[in-house]
């Protein structure tokens, strides 16, 4: 019984607010990518403050992407017809997001390696 009315509630859940949530764990998931992955491939032989730095300056440079992205749900959200043609743009517009979030710290931590490695 309490599956069913979790599946009926997630159903009736608008895009914008679905997509406002993929944006929420998206951020968190970076975060946590850009502490792991790439703070470790920026520190140095010293105690720098500059990996965790470039952290805050990292996930400020995505804050606004995200939003805009909100933003352009609930506008498409109070524009919708009803057709089902939001389906398509919310599902593509959130593999594009989860790719975003997981590739981009992967390749900054590519390109902090290659630095490190050429210095």
């Known amino acids: 019984m309490a599956k069913a009315e979790h599946a009926k509630m ?3 859940k608008s895009y914008s607010k679905r997509m406002s949530d993929n944006v ?6 970076y975060t946590l990518m850009l502490i792991f992955i790439v703070t470790p491939s920026m520190e140095s032989n010293g105690t720098s403050i500059f990996p965790y ?5 990292f996930v400020g ?6 939003h805009n992205l909100e933003r352009r749900w609930q506008a498409l959200q109070a524009r919708d017809t009803g057709d089902g043609m ?8 959130r593999a594009i997001l989860w790719i975003a979030t997981i590739g981009v ?3 900054i ?6 630095i490190k490695s050429v210095a």
């Open 10 to 12: 997630v159903l009736n």
């Open 24 to 29: 929420a764990f998206a951020l968190v998931v």
């Open 53 to 57: 730095f470039m952290l805050v300056v």
């Open 61 to 66: 440079l995505v804050i606004s992407p995200c």
């Open 86 to 93: 939001l389906n398509s743009r919310f599902n593509l517009d």
């Open 105 to 107: 710290p992967v390749i």
């Open 109 to 114: 931590a590519a390109i902090c390696h290659m």
